[in-house]
């Protein structure tokens, strides 16, 4: 069940390309047309089971109530540049929400119920929804952030419903005419945008990544699977490939209605024989960290397909030392490719494998000239379809994407013998848990403390979490300022963003002779800090 991809290269040019090939879909295909027929062919077939309710829906259901969201949106005339928003967790019916927004031709704009009001707020005053669908959870922080840049749109919620606040509910009520719908054609065509989803780019706070219909036909593939479990939200690109493409391959997908735990994960594998398990390298690691774990826990799984993050190659050989023959595939991409560049079965440290089909990377240095092989410089890839750029950002996107269509990744790396390898990231972004997060923006709160003086903060690298924040502070002298004082400060922000590293107490912070704190320097020393505190922990980055 493993996807085969294939590189070749151009030794003039010094580009590699993977596979050329045609596409499944005709150029006048959209997301939602081809979802509509998908559903449509086997009717019968388990399209979703929900955890811990065990509910379960059909192809013909989730058509059903599709359409039906699809037919009281039409009498809203709302047209296809307008954008819905979307922000909420997995639940029965959030399906039937994102599909009947494709069958409309309509834009929609995700986000994790988890951010703070602030992501929230920069987001959609960017996209700027005409009609936001949230968990009831999030429903006051959206009126909020909504208030505070002057969006009056209609919000809706999604599940944990609010008294006098209208519901999803009103849209998938009967309509009469369910028999007689048809998905409309994108006045746009194939480039026209489908989904936007966040990144967090190079600089700055997070932009809105414009995903289209053709790049999402094309670009998301998933082996063959019977069955197939993510804990991603549609907020990531994961989250959409679940979706997406578990339906148009007629997969049983299983959603959780919480986050992801070990425990949870490893009940929904047994419990409905999970053969492809979709999602970052950690929630592997704690599965196999669990006091709950045993081998037959994980018996049915074939493949797990790990991406969004880099994967410690000690988890192969710990899952190998319980399950032999077990089979891991690792993906590498980006959300401004669509998520796809390269992916294979991880065979080595740092290997992402060979390119996805229709895809161009070159390997850069620092003045643009194109590098060989087994030569470190900037990945850039080109895909086959062009890329919308970061919505209502268009300075941002020529940072990022040349003339010629090549995007700048970021990341440094090189080519083997055909074979992507990631070294590291040229920029600070940093993860936890595989939500990003900014040093700057932690480093801002902290500052408003009365007695900080300077602050730097850094990730410590966890085979678990990615990276666990941390701070290094230069304080006032004579100050009583304590790590727990600023560790609570912190905790405005959201959860992804609080010091899990630990508050460190530094006369100075090393820096350059221009000045400049080396962040590098100072990710040593509080790593070094933390292996002290805590000799136990994992660290194979």
């Known amino acids: 069940m493993v996807l085969t991809n294939q590189t070749t290269y151009d030794k003039v040019n010094k580009i590699w390309c993977g596979k050329k090939t045609q596409s499944r879909f005709g150029p006048e295909s959209s997301v939602g047309s081809v979802i509509y027929e998908s559903l449509q062919k086997d009717p019968d077939h388990i399209a979703q089971i929900c955890y811990p309710s065990d509910k379960k829906y059909t192809n013909k259901d989730i058509l059903t109530l599709s359409i039906r969201v699809a037919q009281h949106l039409e009498r809203l005339k709302l047209k296809q540049t307008e954008v819905i928003g979307i922000c909420a967790g997995n639940s029965d019916f959030l399906a039937p929400l994102v599909f009947g927004c494709m069958f409309r031709g309509l834009t929609i ?6 951010f703070d009001k602030d992501g929230i707020k920069h987001i959609y005053s960017i996209t700027k929804p005409k009609i936001m669908f ?18 009056t749109s209609k919000i809706v919620t999604v599940r944990d419903h609010i008294e006098g606040v209208p519901s999803l509910d009103r849209f998938l009520n009967e309509t009469g005419n369910e028999n007689d719908f048809k998905c409309v054609e994108l ?3 194939y480039d026209q945008t489908a989904v936007i989803i966040c990144s967090s780019g190079t600089t700055g706070l997070p932009k809105g990544v414009c995903e289209s219909h053709a790049s999402i036909l094309n670009t998301l593939k998933l082996p063959p699977s019977g069955s197939i479990l993510s804990f991603s939200s549609i907020y990531w690109i994961s989250g959409i490939f679940a979706l997406i493409t578990g339906t148009i391959e007629n997969m049983t997908r299983v959603i959780s209605y919480q986050s992801y735990n070990a425990e949870d994960a490893l009940e929904i594998i047994k419990r409905y024989n999970i053969e492809l398990f979709l999602g970052p390298p950690n929630q592997l690691a704690l599965m196999l960290a669990s006091p709950k774990f045993d081998k037959d826990y994980l018996a049915s ?4 397909f790990m991406l969004g993050s880099p ?6 050989g710990k899952l190998k030392s319980y399950i032999p023959d077990a089979s891991i595939y690792v993906g590498y991409g980006m959300s401004e490719t669509c998520g796809g560049i390269a992916g294979g079965i991880a065979v080595s440290k740092r290997n992402c494998g060979q390119l996805f089909d229709n895809i161009e990377i070159k390997i850069i240095d620092e003045n643009g000239r194109h590098e060989g092989e087994l030569v470190v410089g900037e990945i850039c890839a080109r895909t086959q379809y062009k890329w919308s750029g970061y919505y209502g950002n268009p300075q941002a996107t020529s940072e990022i994407y040349d003339s010629e269509r090549w995007v700048h990744t970021g990341d440094l790396g090189y080519v083997d013998n055909g074979c992507v390898f990631v070294v590291d990231r040229k920029k600070d972004i940093l993860k936890y848990n595989n939500f990003h997060f900014f040093p700057n923006e932690i480093e801002n709160v902290i500052m408003g403390l009365p007695d900080v003086v300077e602050v730097c903060v850094c990730g410590i690298p966890d085979v678990v979490t990615n990276n666990l924040p941390a701070a290094a502070v230069v304080k006032t002298a004579n100050s009583t300022l304590t790590e727990e004082q600023v560790y609570k400060h912190v905790t405005v922000l959201a959860h992804y963003k609080h010091l899990r590293g630990g508050v460190y107490f530094v006369e100075q912070l090393p820096k350059t002779i221009s000045g400049k704190v080396l962040r590098r320097k100072v990710t040593e020393l509080c790593t070094e800090l933390y292996r002290a505190k805590n000799p136990s922990a994992e660290n194979d980055f």
């Open 134 to 151: 949230c968990d009831g959870s999030a429903y006051q922080k959206v009126k909020e952030s909504f208030a505070e840049c002057g969006l």
């Open 301 to 304: 799984v074939k493949l797990y």
């Open 187 to 189: 006045e746009d065509g």
């Open 109 to 114: 704009s995700t986000l994790d119920p988890s």
């Open 311 to 316: 994967l410690p190659f000690q988890l192969v």
